[in-house]
């Protein structure tokens, strides 16, 4: 049964047991920096420092934790949600979901005092961070994705992730059904699944397979504009997305253009406005890509596909239009 705390001597009594069940020379501390709600700093035995705190004192049980960072840093904290049914509970989510995002995202992950090699530890709440220097990468698809697979006449490609401000939220598999001149391009749209359903398909959720990539993250944004909130975000979003249909290795490509684009280094998108149905369309509240927006044959650094709230990454910025 979840725990509903509501003092912050009941919040760090809470605490002090997911640090003792995460390692044994696991500590807490306060964090004079938090002023939303409770709140506590856990810095384990590697020198990491995360932030556990209650976001919403109208839902006591729902828990957050994310990596502490210094005010200045250039990075966006990797984050997760979790329901505080046991301390044991939260230590495993902890270890599972938020662990391997800190270790995926270059720079981001503090090791000890130790191993800085230079670099300028900063203070939050009493504790040394590593000061980081490195831009917020794209971020790999996480281990439990399901592998690519090939079955009969449909091949599934590799993951692509997709962000909302960079967070990671799902991801888009191409594939390829049929064979020859029938063969036909399709979409799957992904989410990473949420602490609801411990254990779920690996922590993925299908969510609707789509002949556009577009129209496949329009259905992860209608699912971001709902999940996890108490009333719906029907307000536009900006989608950056990859182009398919662009032709990298025409006659018309140097061949230091097409080098880059065979290492990874830069990505061909497409960038334009997801809306969402109004009354009394009979889809009102879900998403779709407003093909009207759409600026294509966009060419930007790799990694900055996904879905934004405000305004597009700045390679792309003067190609987007204003929310």
Not at 16 to 39: F, I, Q, S, W
Not at 42 to 51: K, S, T, V, W, Y
Not at 291 to 296: M, P, V
Request: charged share 25%.
């Amino acid at each position: 049964m979840p725990q509903e705390m509501t003092t912050q001597e009941q919040f760090d009594a809470f605490a002090d047991e997911v640090a003792r069940k995460l390692a044994t020379h696991c500590r807490t501390a306060p964090n004079d920096k938090y002023v939303r709600g409770l709140t506590r700093l856990i810095i384990d035995d590697e020198g990491r420092a995360l932030n556990l705190c209650q976001p919403d004192d109208r839902q006591p049980a729902r828990l957050k934790v994310s990596a502490a960072l210094p005010d200045d840093s250039e990075v966006q904290a990797p984050s997760i949600g979790v329901t505080a049914s046991s301390a044991q509970h939260v230590a495993r989510e902890i270890t599972r979901r938020l662990y391997p995002r800190l270790e995926q995202q270059q720079g981001l992950s503090v090791p000890p005092l130790s191993s800085r090699h230079g670099r300028r530890p900063v203070q939050v709440g009493g504790v040394h961070l590593l000061q980081l220097r490195h831009p917020l990468r794209a971020l790999p698809p996480p281990a439990a994705l399901p592998a690519p697979r090939r079955h009969h006449l449909r091949v599934v490609h590799e993951a692509a992730p997709v962000s909302v401000d960079g967070e990671p939220f799902g991801f888009l598999c191409h594939r390829h059904n049929g064979r020859g001149t029938y063969t036909e391009d399709q979409f799957e749209a992904w989410l990473y699944d949420t602490d609801e359903y411990p254990d779920q398909r690996d922590r993925v959720r299908y969510l609707n397979t789509r002949p556009k990539r577009a129209d496949a993250m329009a259905d992860i944004a209608h699912w971001r504009s709902f999940l996890d909130r108490d009333e719906d975000d029907l307000s536009p979003v900006l989608a950056v997305v990859a182009d398919e249909t662009f032709y990298k290795y025409g006659p018309n490509m140097t061949e230091e253009r097409e080098a880059v684009f065979l290492d990874g280094t830069l990505e061909v998108y497409g960038v334009g406005i997801l809306r969402s149905y109004a009354p009394p369309h009979r889809r009102r509240g879900q998403f779709y890509a407003a093909e009207e927006t759409f600026a294509w044959g966009l060419i930007a650094p790799a990694g900055l596909e996904g879905i934004y709230t405000q305004q597009a990454p700045e390679p792309l910025a003067a190609h987007a239009l204003q929310l």
